[in-house]
Each structure stands twice: as structure tokens, then as C-alpha cells.
């Protein structure tokens, strides 16, 4: 089975802080997504990543970066926490150039900033 | 505007009743759709994947049926069971999307003991 591993279950960090959420997969996958998930809002897809060193804003990429130097992890960097960057994050990896096997998601990590 | 829809958002129902859950979509120019589970404060279980071309997919007591024509996909849940409760999203891969999912809002699914 595809795992995707997210570092952190939670985090609660303080306002204007550096913040690093890390998800790592172990099946090659070349598509790598980071999304935030609010209550009545959704899933928001906030960058994604298609091959190491390529990234794509997503739908509201204001506020993060993210990182991608390895194949199989894909971080998400806050660069000064709001408290509006309270959310819960997911991160998701899929295969290139095949649309049988769909996204694996990790367990999420739920973010407070406080 | 490409977009998926899931209605009601909530849905309650006694153990042992079998239940649909619906998803319609805007495109019939998809790749593929698929159906998750989220548990509270947890990620998505991805449950069924159903493909353009296929008109269903079974995994134990759940069917996911597709009918592109129309929009719509339904997840068939028999004999449904307090363990079942859970919120229940719907994804379309849109052609054209680059890989990227297109997500309903899900439905919460409370199963009364």
C-alpha cells in the first residue's frame, strides 16, 4: 500500500513564526499536493508538485512556499504564521500520466496558531 | 465552471437501513471518480476509485455506480452500521485538469445504534 506520512498530527505554534509542515510518500509518486480543510469551505488546494523542484499554486497559495527537492517529500513552509493559517492540512501524492489508481492521502495535520 | 456537488451535507439514519449518498458533477469529460471517508480530525480513506469507462466499483457492503451522461455517482452503503459514521467525499478527475481533483463539500453520515 501507498503510505503518505505526515510529521506531525499537531502543531501549535505562535504568531509570526517560521513553520515547516513535511509529508513524505514511499511509492515514487510524482504528484504531490498540499490542501487546507475548513469547516464549510472544503478542501482548498493550496500548491502541488508534478517532479522534484516543479511546483503550481493551487487555488490560495497566498501566505505559504513550498518545497520539493526530493521525489518522495513535499514540504509546506508558512513563512510567518497567521491565525488565520489555523486549519487542518492534508497532503496527497498521485501517479504521472496514469489516472488508475487515484490520490492517497495522509492522516492531516491539524495546525493552530495562536 | 467545473464542479462537484454533494447533497444533503448531513444525513442521519437508523442501523441496518442500506442508504445512497450522492455526487453530481458539472463535465462528463472525466477521467475518473473517487470516494472517500474521513473520519473526525483524520485524513481521507480513499474507499472507491471508478474509472470513465467503468460503470461501477464494489468493496464489501459499499457499490459506487457512475453515469457520466447524467453527472451523477451514488455510493450504495448496505446494511449500514454505527461504524459507518463518518463524513463522505466525492472527487472527479476532470480531463484537462492536470492531475488535479476536484473535491464536493461531503456528507456526514451519523448511523443511530
Known amino acids: 500500500d501507498v503510505k503518505v506520512t505526515q510529521s506531525s498530527r499537531y502543531l501549535v505554534k505562535r504568531t509570526g513564526e517560521k513553520v515547516f509542515l513535511e509529508c513524505v510518500q514511499d511509492?515514487?509518486?510524482?504528484?504531490m499536493f498540499w490542501y487546507r480543510q475548513d469547516p464549510g469551505l472544503g478542501l482548498r488546494l493550496i500548491y502541488f508538485?508534478?517532479?522534484?523542484?516543479?511546483?503550481e499554486k493551487g487555488d490560495i497559495p497566498e501566505g505559504y512556499s513550498v518545497s520539493r527537492e526530493k521525489k518522495e517529500r513535499f514540504s509546506l513552509i508558512l513563512e510567518s504564521a497567521s491565525t488565520n493559517q489555523t486549519s487542518m492540512y492534508l497532503c496527497a501524492s498521485s501517479l504521472w500520466g496514469t489516472f488508475d489508481y487515484g490520490y492517497t492521502f495522509g492522516s492531516g495535520t491539524r495546525l493552530t496558531v495562536v | 465552471k467545473q464542479e462537484v456537488t454533494q447533497i444533503p451535507a448531513a444525513l442521519s439514519v437508523p442501523e441496518g437501513e442500506n442508504l445512497v449518498l450522492n455526487c453530481s458533477f458539472t463535465d462528463s469529460a472525466i477521467y475518473n471518480l473517487q470516494w472517500f471517508r474521513q473520519d473526525p480530525g483524520k485524513g481521507l480513506t480513499s474507499l472507491l476509485l471508478?474509472?470513465?469507462?467503468?460503470r461501477e466499483q464494489t468493496s464489501g457492503r459499499l457499490n459506487a455506480s457512475l453515469d457520466k451522461s447524467s453527472g451523477r455517482s451514488t455510493l450504495y452503503i448496505a446494511a449500514s452500521q454505527p461504524g459507518d459514521s463518518a463524513t463522505y467525499l466525492c472527487?472527479?478527475?476532470?480531463?484537462?485538469?492536470?492531475?488535479?481533483?476536484?473535491f464536493g463539500k461531503g456528507i456526514t453520515l451519523s448511523v443511530r445504534p
Open positions: 511509492m515514487d509518486h510524482e504528484n
Open positions: 508538485s508534478y517532479d522534484v523542484k516543479m511546483k
Open positions: 472527487a472527479v478527475l476532470y480531463t484537462g485538469a492536470n492531475s488535479k481533483l476536484t
Open positions: 471508478i474509472q470513465s469507462s467503468q
